[in-house]
């Protein structure tokens, strides 16, 4: 079935780029997502990038799909003690009746 | 505007009982999802309701089950606890032929069962 995976931890310090990487099954996306989760909160989409597109850029955020590859990254330039959560890459299923959800990478920024 | 709220924040219910999930979504939202987020398990998904009617069901036994009422809100029922069923559950809503295109989460509501 379809899947969506994800390293688990990364480890950065304020004010360096981090890379957040995902990889995905489902050739079909039309639509692949990046939702961040903040300790005891429920999820917030981040943003989104279309399949047909390569880049999208969002001030700090800048998503970069491969579609050869089945390979989304989320980069977030200067990143702030505040940016520290676990962000979630997500995918459409094959029938578009549902997200799947990579397990989360847990971002941790030290000052 | 309101975002999605998930009602009660924390429920401790102990093996074999039932337990009761309640998510309001975004005003003109038609559209409710309800996740599991289970500690190493990632966010699976539950259901999915649209105008009343469950359009999608994830991979979960048949104990877990729901309704979307008139006015959209939406509520999840868990029968026969078991311990594994300890989790945050995720409610999103989403707009009206958007499908899961851009879905709002609540903050969720915590459920434990001793």
């Known amino acids: 079935g379809e899947d969506v995976e994800q390293s688990l931890f990364l480890s950065v310090r304020e004010g360096d780029s981090s890379v957040i990487n995902c990889t995905y099954t489902d050739s079909s996306s039309t639509y692949l997502y990046w939702y961040k989760q903040e300790p005891g909160a429920g999820l917030q989409l981040l943003t989104y990038?279309?399949?047909?597109?390569d880049m999208k850029q969002d001030q700090r955020l800048t998503v970069l799909l491969n579609k050869k590859d089945k390979h989304l990254s989320l980069r977030i330039a200067d990143t702030q003690t505040g940016d520290s959560a676990i962000y979630f890459c997500?995918?459409?299923?094959?029938?578009?009746?549902?997200?799947?959800f990579g397990k989360g990478t847990t971002l941790s920024v030290s000052s | 505007e309101a975002g999605v709220t998930q009602s009660p924040t924390h429920l401790i219910k102990t093996r074999g009982q039932q337990a009761t999930l309640r998510c309001s979504p975004i005003s003109g939202h038609t559209s409710v999802y309800w996740y599991q987020q289970a500690l190493g398990l990632g966010l699976q998904f539950l259901l999915w309701y649209d105008e009343g009617e469950e359009r999608n069901r994830g991979n979960f036994p048949p104990r877990f089950s729901g309704r979307q009422f008139p006015n959209y809100s939406s509520e999840l029922n868990v029968n026969a606890l078991e311990l594994e069923d300890s989790a945050l559950y995720l409610c999103?809503?989403?707009?009206?032929?958007?499908?899961?295109?851009?879905?709002?989460f609540g903050p969720g509501t915590r459920l434990t069962v001793t």
């Open positions: 999103a809503s989403s707009l009206a032929g958007t499908g899961h295109h851009e879905q709002y």
């Open positions: 990038i279309f399949s047909n597109m």
């Open positions: 997500a995918d459409s299923n094959q029938a578009g009746t549902a997200l799947i």
